[in-house]
């Protein structure tokens, strides 16, 4: 499985951005994927996650905020709405069979910076 991630760049405080992972090398249908995020000296953290049905599930910091999505192109997006400056990092696109708890494929990631 392959993921690339693009979209990321710098951005003011409440602006918008929207990143793209395109996915590919599988077939099954029954991948999960998800975001996530990495800032330096500190863990990566899972911000958004989406199943094979499309359900979607959110980190309490982004709820209400950013949103995961996915097409029928094996593309996965993150669109991003009133960022903070916390929110920078470098974002990672990941996959993994929806049936096992851990991700098993991880993109290189995009950054996102956020400026006031």
């Known amino acids: 499985v392959q993921l690339v991630e693009s979209g990321g760049g710098s951005v003011q405080t409440g602006g918008s951005l929207r990143l793209s992972c395109a996915t590919s090398g599988y077939t099954y249908t029954g991948f999960c994927f998800g975001w996530f995020r990495q800032v330096p000296g500190q863990e990566r953290e899972v911000v958004a996650e989406?199943?094979?049905?499309?359900?979607m599930e959110y980190a309490a910091a982004v709820q209400g905020r950013f949103f995961i999505s996915k097409d029928n192109a094996k593309n996965v997006y993150l669109q991003m709405t009133n960022l903070e400056v916390e929110d920078t990092a470098l974002y990672i696109c990941?996959?993994?069979?929806?049936?096992?708890?851990?991700?098993?494929?991880y993109g290189q990631g995009t950054q996102v910076t956020v400026v006031s």
């Open positions: 989406i199943d094979n049905r499309g359900n």
């Open positions: 990941a996959a993994k069979l929806c049936q096992v708890v851990y991700y098993a494929y």
